[in-house]
């Protein structure tokens, strides 16, 4: 059984959670503003960074942002459904951002950006999960953690 832990074991926590859901919300608007500013300006394509390896670097990224936070929430709330929204989603960035050219246009742009709204939300839940089980860690019981 896990160590349910208080607000001040992990004060870094809720920052990471913002900072995992810039991240997968960047990633969104990468995926619908990239498309747009080369139909707008083709003389950009030479200065954005499209590649297959800088594609990578974002996803890891974002799954280490995700890690950071998910972790130690779940140590607190222990919502397993949570893992699973969040596990996904990372699934998807990740086999997006390997697929290389075996995936078509809007495969991908649909993969990644399910799988980054699977982040968000994940990261939103999270906050939220953390934030109730704080409130019912200071009363006498919490069935979510079973401090009692």
Known sequence: MGVALRPSQTPL?????????????????????????ISLFPGLIPYLPGDAAFHRILAVGVVLLGAAAFVPG????????????????????LAVAWSGAI???????????????????AHL???????????????????TTGIE
Do not use: Q, W
């Open 103 to 121: 995936l078509g246009r809007t495969p991908e742009l649909l993969l990644s950006m399910s799988g980054s709204l699977m982040l968000v939300g």
């Open 13 to 37: 926590r809720p920052h990471v959670d913002f900072a995992g859901t810039v991240a997968s919300g960047a990633c969104i608007v990468h995926c619908l503003l990239t498309p747009v500013l």
């Open 125 to 143: 839940l999270n906050r939220t999960f953390c934030r109730e089980c704080v409130r019912c860690a200071e009363s006498s019981a919490c069935d």
């Open 74 to 93: 779940y140590r607190i709330h222990r919502r397993r459904s949570l893992l699973l929204l969040a596990g996904t989603g990372i699934l998807l960035i």
